[in-house]
């Protein structure tokens, strides 16, 4: 069965300040990756998914993810952070043919003035 | 074009009562989904309906049933609550219901049960 392991259960950076969401997965089958996010008091929304091909994902609100599968990794990152990207992220696999999505435990980003 | 519903917003049961979580799209999704979330668990995944008249156990189904009364709505019901179903709950749809998707999630119904 699969798994998804978001390492870091809070994250506080300053605003302006790079940030990097680590994700790793377990899987003996192939697998597609999703990050998705959850601003407070409102339902997930979809920042970016791997499905095949480049390994750099490109997202919505200027995130990215890079998809290694020597180390089962699926990261994501922002280069600069806002106010505004203050929410909670997280981390999902789907194996292939499946229907059922497996989520991280989730990963509580804090972004300081 | 409101996508995914649900009602009520927020709940407050006593143990042993029941209650019925109503979900609907209007997105003409085939596939629609029950998540609860609880902290540091992340979402997981009680029934699920990969189409119209099908049904079938997520993670932890037990306590809940659930029902797919068309291709709009899918409901989760609690008939006897209990302390441990306290949590948020999410319903979520996908367009095919094929494992690229993307899911779709409504708003959340926030359960305490006392």
């Known amino acids: 069965a699969q798994s998804v392991t978001q390492l870091d259960s809070q994250v506080p950076v300053f605003e302006e300040a790079p940030v990097e969401l680590r994700c790793n997965y377990s899987?003996?089958?192939?697998?597609?990756l999703f990050w998705y996010v959850q601003y407070p008091n409102q339902g997930l929304q979809l920042l970016l998914k791997?499905?095949?091909?480049?390994?750099l994902v490109k997202g919505i609100n200027g995130f990215e993810a890079e998809f290694n599968k020597s180390q089962t990794s699926f990261h994501l990152r922002k280069p600069s952070v806002h106010i505004s990207d203050t929410a909670e992220y997280f981390c999902?696999?789907?194996?292939?043919?499946?229907?059922?999505?497996?989520f991280g435990q989730g990963t509580r980003l804090t972004i300081n003035p | 074009n409101a996508g995914v519903t649900q009602t009520p917003k927020f709940q407050v049961l006593k143990t042993g009562q029941s209650m019925t979580l109503q979900c609907a799209q209007d997105?003409?999704?085939?596939?629609m989904y029950w998540y609860r979330q609880d902290p540091g668990m992340g979402l997981r995944l009680i029934y699920y309906?990969?189409?119209?008249?099908?049904?079938d156990k997520g993670e932890v189904p037990n306590g809940y049933n659930v029902s797919r009364l068309n291709k709009r709505e899918f409901s989760l019901r609690l008939e006897s609550a209990a302390p441990s179903q306290t949590s948020v709950y999410f319903c979520?749809?996908?367009?095919?219901?094929?494992?690229?998707?993307?899911?779709?999630f409504g708003p959340g119904t926030r359960l305490t049960v006392l």
């Open positions: 791997y499905l095949s091909g480049s390994t």
């Open positions: 979520a749809t996908t367009p095919e219901g094929v494992s690229t998707d993307t899911q779709y």
């Open positions: 999902a696999v789907r194996v292939q043919g499946a229907q059922k999505l497996v």
């Open positions: 309906s990969a189409s119209e008249g099908t049904t």
């Open positions: 997105m003409n999704h085939n596939s």
């Open positions: 899987s003996s089958v192939s697998v597609y």
